[in-house]
C-alpha cells in the first residue's frame, strides 16, 4: 500500500478544494516545489499533483508550478489534470513525470486512453471521480450517466497501471475513505485501484491495512496532511510494518 501525499494546484498555488468547488479553495502553501521537498523529507515515495486549473480548462495550466515540483524531488509524480491528447501525455513523461492521470478523457475519449496505455505501458492511470455513483468530468463541474464500473471495464486489457478512485461527495471534507465503494469496485476489476477523497486520519490508514482491503493499492491523503489530522510518521511507520509483516 503506497499513501501519495497530494498537491492540488490552483493559480501556482498548493490549495485544497472542498467537494471539488473551486469557490471553495483553502490556500496551504504558495510554494509548490518547497512543499514537494517537504513530503520528501518526510518520507513520502511518491506525489499526487493535480492541475486543477487544467482540468477545467482542458489543457496545462501549471504547467512552471509542475515542472518546480520536478526539479524539487527525486520521487516518482503522478499528474492529472488537463491531459486529453497524446501530445500532452509525451510531453509530461518527458520532462520527468512517472505516470500521468486521465480523468475527462477516459469518460469522453477512451480510444485515447488505450492509445496512450499501448504506447506508453504502465505510466497511464485513469482518474475515475464519482458523484452519487456516476462519474464527473470536466473538473468535476459535469455530471457523466455513467458509473465508475462501467469507464474501470473498458480498460480492462489496455494496460492502464491504476484507477484512482475519488469520492467527490467525501473530497476535502475529512469524513473519511468511501472505502467500501472503492474495494467493491477493486474487486470488480484487475486494474490496480488507489483511494481518493476523505481520507481524515490515522484511523483511514489502519483501515487501508486492513485484510479486507487488501486489493487496493494506496491512498491518497490531502487537506489531513496540510491540517496535521494525519501525521505523516505515524502513517508511513504504520504502513512500514504492515509491508514487513506481509
Not at 520528501?40 to 499533483?49: D, M, N, R, S, T
Not at 500521468?100 to 469518460?107: F, K, N
Not at 488505450?114 to 468535476?140: M, S
Request: glycine fraction near 10%.
Amino acid at each position: 500500500m503506497i499513501l501519495f501525499p497530494a498537491v492540488d494546484l490552483k493559480n501556482g498555488q498548493c490549495v485544497r478544494l472542498e467537494q471539488g468547488d473551486m469557490a471553495r479553495a483553502t490556500v496551504f502553501n504558495l510554494d509548490p516545489a518547497a512543499q514537494a521537498r517537504s513530503f520528501a523529507a518526510q518520507g513520502f515515495e511518491y506525489l499526487h499533483i493535480v492541475d486543477l486549473d487544467g482540468a477545467f480548462a482542458g489543457k496545462p495550466m501549471n504547467a512552471q508550478a509542475v515542472e518546480s515540483m520536478l526539479k524539487a524531488v527525486t520521487m516518482p509524480v503522478q499528474l492529472g489534470g488537463g491531459i486529453r491528447d497524446l501530445r500532452t501525455v509525451e510531453g509530461w513523461l518527458e520532462k520527468g513525470v512517472t505516470r500521468v492521470i486521465i480523468g475527462t478523457a477516459a469518460v469522453r475519449d477512451p480510444d485515447f486512453v488505450k492509445a496512450a496505455a499501448k504506447k506508453f505501458p504502465g505510466r497511464v492511470a485513469v482518474g475515475l471521480d464519482a458523484r452519487d455513483g456516476k462519474v464527473a468530468v470536466e473538473g468535476w463541474a459535469e455530471s457523466s450517466q455513467v458509473t465508475a464500473l462501467e469507464i474501470a471495464q473498458r480498460f480492462e486489457d489496455a494496460g492502464v497501471a491504476a484507477i484512482i478512485f475519488t469520492d467527490i461527495a467525501r473530497d476535502g471534507l475529512l469524513k473519511g475513505l468511501n472505502l467500501d465503494a472503492t474495494i467493491a469496485l477493486a474487486e470488480s476489476i484487475s486494474i490496480p485501484v488507489i483511494a481518493s477523497g476523505g481520507l481524515a486520519s490515522i484511523e483511514d490508514v489502519k483501515a487501508m491495512l486492513a485484510p479486507r482491503a487488501k486489493k487496493l493499492a494506496g491512498a491518497i491523503a490531502g487537506r489531513a496532511l496540510y491540517d496535521g489530522r494525519l501525521d505523516p510518521a505515524d502513517a508511513l511507520a504504520l504502513i512500514k510494518s504492515a509491508r514487513a509483516a506481509a
